[in-house]
T-cell receptor, first 110, second 115 residues
Framework: GQQVMQIPQYQHVQEGEDFTTYCNSS?????IQWYKQRPGGHPVFLIQ?????EVKKQKRLTFQFGEAKKNSSLHITATQTTDVGTYFC??????????FGTGTRLKVLA | DTEVTQTPKHLVMGMTNKKSLKCEQH?????MYWYKQKAKKPPELMFV???????INESVPSRFSPECPNSSLLNLHLHALQPEDSALYLC??????????????FGAGSRLTVL
């Protein structure tokens, strides 16, 4: 079945350093979503990418959808302690069905 | 109102108990979801209701029984659970399906412990 993998599984960075997580799907995706889950919290929607090669920015966060629409990345510039959490990508696998990636857990050391 | 409300926040139950998890949204969303999340794992889809009808059952054991009484409410009835069913149960809703309509809004979750 469809798989969505993320690397790295964990990342510890010093505050102010950059961070990138990569998402790879075994199948072509019509779109991809990104969610953030703070420790002890619930997933919160960040963004959706639809077009091949699309790049979107939200302040210090940059999201990219690959040309083949099978991979995506999230880059955070100059991390802050508020960026701590697990970042999930999610891709559709049929109507009303999103498959979540394995997640990347980010820790930011002050 | 842009929230999904779940109750209870925490639930401890024995293997012979019957309990229910409740979820409510007033955003006019037509799709509602139950996800199960184990520690350090991604959310796993269990059930989807669209327009108050069960659209997806991801081969979930019958000890979990979903119910959608109306377009704003979603319940998950629990009976004869096993300790391995202990997890965070997340309810989510989306406007519908399709570009821009399929964004998931999650509730805070119900943390279930089965003894």
């Amino acid at each position: 079945g469809q798989q969505v993998m993320q690397i790295p599984q964990y990342q510890h960075v010093q505050e102010g350093e950059d961070f990138t997580t990569y998402c790879n799907s075994s199948t072509t995706l019509s779109n991809i979503q990104w969610y953030k889950q703070r420790p002890g919290g619930h997933p919160v929607f960040l963004i959706q990418l639809v077009k091949s090669g699309e790049v979107k920015k939200q302040k210090r966060l940059t999201f990219q959808f690959g040309e083949a629409k099978k991979n995506s990345s999230l880059h955070i510039t100059a991390t802050q302690t508020t960026d701590v959490g697990t970042y999930f990508c999610a891709g559709p696998s049929g109507t009303y069905k999103y498959i979540f990636g394995t997640g990347t857990r980010l820790k930011v050391l002050a | 109102d842009t929230e999904v409300t779940q109750t209870p926040k925490h639930l401890v139950m024995g293997m012979t108990n019957k309990k229910s998890l409740k979820c409510e949204q007033h955003m006019g969303h037509r799709a509602m979801y139950w996800y199960k999340q184990k520690a350090k794992k991604p959310p796993e889809l269990m059930f989807v209701y669209s327009y108050e009808k069960l659209s997806i059952n991801e081969s979930v054991p019958s000890r979990f029984s979903p119910e959608c009484p109306n377009s704003s409410l979603l319940n998950l009835h629990l009976h004869a659970l096993q300790p391995e069913d202990s997890a965070l149960y997340l309810c989510a809703s989306s406007q519908d399906w399709g570009e821009e309509a399929n964004v998931l809004t999650f509730g805070a979750g119900s943390r279930l412990t089965v003894l």
